[in-house]
Nanobody
Framework: QVQLVESGGGMVQAGGGLRLSCVAS????????KGWFRQTPGKEREFVAGISGSGGSTYYADSVKGRFTISRDNAKNTVYLQMNSLKPEDTAIYFC?????????????????WGQGTQVTVSS
């Protein structure tokens, strides 16, 4: 059973930045595609960013393009989400997830394992 553990969330003022990290427990999935999603109360989980196993391809939601950067370090079994120019509407619980090979990066149904989430709060 793969476990994903996120860290790095917190409270920040609008315009600030945070870096989220997600470590996977199993080395066997170090080269799997991974993604970040976010969720607010009463809403469905929303795709934020995805990255291929090699890190050579990245994918972003339109709402975060130019502000967020996803990256990975396979030697550390870790994926990162650098978030800059944060806005109050970025406030959410952020989840990392392990993509099922061959599935879409953009939909939650394409991921098999999820972390517990980390809260990001952006104040205006």
């Amino acid at each position: 059973q793969v476990q994903l553990v996120e860290s790095g969330g917190g409270m920040v003022q609008a315009g600030g930045g945070l870096r989220l990290s997600c470590v996977a427990s199993e080395r066997t999935v170090s080269t799997y595609g991974k993604g970040w999603f976010r969720q607010t109360p009463g809403k469905e989980r929303e795709f934020v960013a995805g990255i291929s196993g090699s890190g050579g391809s990245t994918y972003y939601a339109d709402s975060v393009k130019g502000r967020f950067t996803i990256s990975r370090d396979n030697a550390k079994n870790t994926v990162y989400l650098q978030m800059n120019s944060l806005k109050p509407e970025d406030t959410a619980i952020y989840f990392c997830a392990l993509r099922r090979p061959g599935s879409s990066y953009y939909t939650a149904s394409g991921y098999d394992y999820w972390g517990q989430g980390t809260q990001v709060t952006v104040s205006s």
